[in-house]
């Protein structure tokens, strides 16, 4: 092995600096973006062929950076060491293999199947060599168990938990979920390891196939129609449905007596990052929590939207459910005429690799914010909201209601009573806490305008979905 130099990293102020000046000096710079895109690219590429050929720990960094034709502080330029390098290429097989997943099972309406369907996808997959080779055996030792399960979580086991709790909830399931996800769970990765480690992959593959197909038989509650074995290319949840918890799925449950307005196989995931209570007086901060927690409701209650609250403070340990999300609001209290501190060091933080990869480009977002007065220049945040989804090259979902509160007849009691248009505005009593504000009113609207959200990321689902069945 040779040994990898200490890693060489530019600041971020200076890499800031360098993406600014790029928008000063338009056609240069974006060659130079171009350029770097193109490093990361190879570097991805030549690590992930080394990966699957020989493993992680027989490929020296060296090796690495010669087949990408790179140089070693290229290498330490976007990649902390070598262990970030996996990791990347780690989600992406990881990624390829949901996709897989959520294509075989498209379409397929009824719940067995799907888990059926899913679970043959994923155990054929371990037929793959960079599937068998990183994802399966150097996966969970590289990344350590914590990281391993983190990604799983958002990517196959997620999928699966979804499938399961629509099972419950359909009262098919002869099993409380939570421990079932789990040794099913473990069933498959045992399953797939026994493939990837065998002489005969091809017979060993059936046999674990067969298997796991009347396991799962015997988990029905009732047996009202065959399970079907026949595998057809439909549509099934988007990668997306996995970033809800076993509590939050139970939660959903409570709430089934929402209106169905979109087609029940298609889920999608909305996240709320924000910040509440960053400042101020702290007994009475988390008047924003309350907005994000209205417009998450909102959005829960179109059905098939998976919603994740992300506290902006506990952003390290979500940024896969954010890279996974079809829609992100951003919500902050603005503070001295702009989105909060915390919310601005967020986005600071999101330009190394999701900015510079582009990685939420196409992804929806949509923002709010709450402050003491009427105005107190709470457009300044939404605009600065906006102007943060267009950098990453996101669609910009605004407020889409009627403005309230502007003739003789209207009142504080109307919905969207500031008269807000670019995304959400709220108004809380400086000397009143999160019990009392901000009011009714606001809430409501926050409710409307999450599930405005929630609806356009199932219509932009949607649609991602036809262009890529007329493309292929
Ligand atoms: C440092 C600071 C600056 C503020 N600046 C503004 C402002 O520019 N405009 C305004 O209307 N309210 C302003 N406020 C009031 C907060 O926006 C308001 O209290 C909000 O409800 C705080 O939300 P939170 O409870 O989620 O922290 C400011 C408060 C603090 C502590």
Sequence with gaps: M?????PVRASLTNRLSVCLSGYRAMGKERTKADRKAETHSALVGAARRLFMEHGYAA????????????SRGALYHHFRDKEELFRVVYEEVDREVVRKIVAAARGKEDAWDRLVVGCRTYLAASLEPAVQQVVLLDGPSVLGWETWREIEDAHCMGLMEGVLVKLADEGKLDAPIEPLLHLLFGALSEGALLVARTNDPEAALAEVEATVVR?????????????????????FLSPCANRRSVRDRREE????????????????SVAVVYDSGSRGHPVLGGR???????????????DGTVVRLVPVA????????????????????????????????????????????????????????NSAGMSGDKLLSLKQLAGFAAQHGMI????????????????????????????????SNADQGPDLVPPHSDRATAERFGRRIGEAAHRWARGRTSATVASS
């Design 314 to 369: 506990d952003r390290e340990d979500h940024w896969v459910t954010l890279d996974e999300a079809d829609a992100i609001v951003l919500g902050c209290p603005t503070y001295m005429g702009s989105g909060s501190a915390e919310l601005k060091a967020f986005m600071e933080e999101t330009l190394r690799p999701r900015f510079l990869e582009q990685r939420w480009k196409d992804k929806l977002a949509a923002g709010f914010t």
């Design 396 to 427: 910009w979902v605004t407020l889409g209601q009627l403005p309230g509160w502007q003739t003789s007849l209207g009142s504080a009691e109307d919905e969207n009573r500031l008269a807000s248009f670019l995304g959400l505005m709220a108004q």
């Design 59 to 70: 490929t020296p960094t060296e090796e690495i950076i010669s087949g990408a034709d790179a």
């Design 2 to 6: 040779i040994p990898s130099a200490p």
């Design 215 to 235: 396991l799962l038989e015997g988990l029905k509650k009732e047996q009202p129609r065959q399970v079907s074995t026949r595998l057809t290319t439909c549509e």
């Design 253 to 268: 449950t409570k709430l089934s007596g929402n209106p169905k307005t979109l087609e029940p196989e298609m889920t999608v």
């Design 288 to 302: 924003t929590r309350v907005l994000a927690e209205a417009v998450a409701r909102g959005a829960e209650a179109v």
